[in-house]
């Protein structure tokens, strides 16, 4: 049966606390797929995932949770996680798309100085809830988490060519029982509408 879109959107949760069983590909596949699905400014092809399972994921972690911090985190599920996603954007190749002749009226194509919002960043929140919607709809855990102040050391650590940026990091898996004790931030419940969405102006 195939989930209805509004019970998938109401049952997504961020997921901490992973088992280490590994994702069949015909399950990760699709999962990693949706990314593509979502919108982006021109259609660009600036969006790049590189995917971490088994053994790979430990070089993430080395990188962004060495010890003595590793034995202390709050999280230790998520540790278990089998696969890790670094959701990657090229800045460069937005502006070479709008400097093309259906898109250079916009001059967008000067320079990545000339947007006022880098959309290959929004793009990117777009292709993470793709891949959390899709997860959910699959069974799977998910979380989406930045790397702060490790984004240069991952991407070396995973050989990404230069000028590329990493928006986040996806973490998928099957959820343990249980799913592990909520965030902090997740006490304080999803927005309400009613007080958020403004018709006709403010």
């Known amino acids: 049966m195939t989930a209805r879109l509004e019970d998938v959107l109401a049952s997504r949760r961020m997921c901490r606390d992973f088992t280490a069983d590994p994702v069949p590909a015909g399950v990760l596949d699709p999962v990693l797929a949706a990314a593509f699905a979502g919108p982006r400014a021109g259609n660009t092809h600036g969006l790049h995932l590189v995917v ?5 994921v430990q070089r993430y972690w080395d990188v962004t ?3 003595p911090r590793r034995s202390s985190f709050r999280w230790p599920g998520l540790l278990r996680a089998p696969v890790l996603t670094v959701v990657l954007v090229d800045p460069s190749a937005y502006v070479e798309r709008y400097a093309e002749a259906d898109k250079a009226a916009s001059g967008l194509g000067e320079s990545e100085a000339a947007w006022s ?5 929004v793009d990117a929140g777009s292709a993470a809830m793709g891949v959390l919607l899709a997860a959910e709809a699959a069974g799977l855990g998910a979380l989406w988490f930045g790397l702060f102040g490790h984004e240069t ?5 995973l050989g990404v060519p230069e000028g590329l940026r990493a928006a986040g990091t996806l973490a998928l898996g099957h959820p343990a029982a249980g799913a592990g004790e909520p965030s902090r931030s997740a ?10 969405v403004h018709r006709g102006g403010w």
Do not use: N, S
Request: no cysteine.
């Open 52 to 56: 971490l399972e088994g053994r790979e």
């Open 65 to 67: 949770l060495p010890e």
């Open 117 to 121: 919002v880098p959309y290959w960043f």
């Open 153 to 157: 050391a991952v991407l070396a650590a």
């Open 187 to 196: 006490r304080r419940g999803r927005p309400d509408p009613a007080v958020h």
